[in-house]
């Protein structure tokens, strides 16, 4: 497992998320993977692209897994 450190900010949105981590080529991309489903926040499907991802969640896609911290 991965950890993303959110280090001021208090969220970053679900969608940049899967594109800074590498997982997604773009943020079209990620917006569609998260759309279809193919995204879970803490063991349940998100399909909100723009959902606020905060310190202690956990984000999985694609068999990879990331840890937000603080």
Do not use: Y
Request: hydrophobic fraction near 40%.
């Amino acid at each position: 497992m991965t950890t993303f450190h959110l280090e001021k900010h208090p969220h970053v949105e679900l969608c940049d998320l899967l594109k800074l981590m590498g997982w997604s080529e773009s943020g079209a991309a990620a917006k569609l993977a998260i759309a279809a489903g193919d995204v879970t926040v803490d063991g349940h499907t998100e399909t909100r692209k723009r959902c606020k991802i905060v310190e202690g969640q956990t984000v999985r896609f694609n068999g990879e897994t990331v840890s937000v911290a603080r």
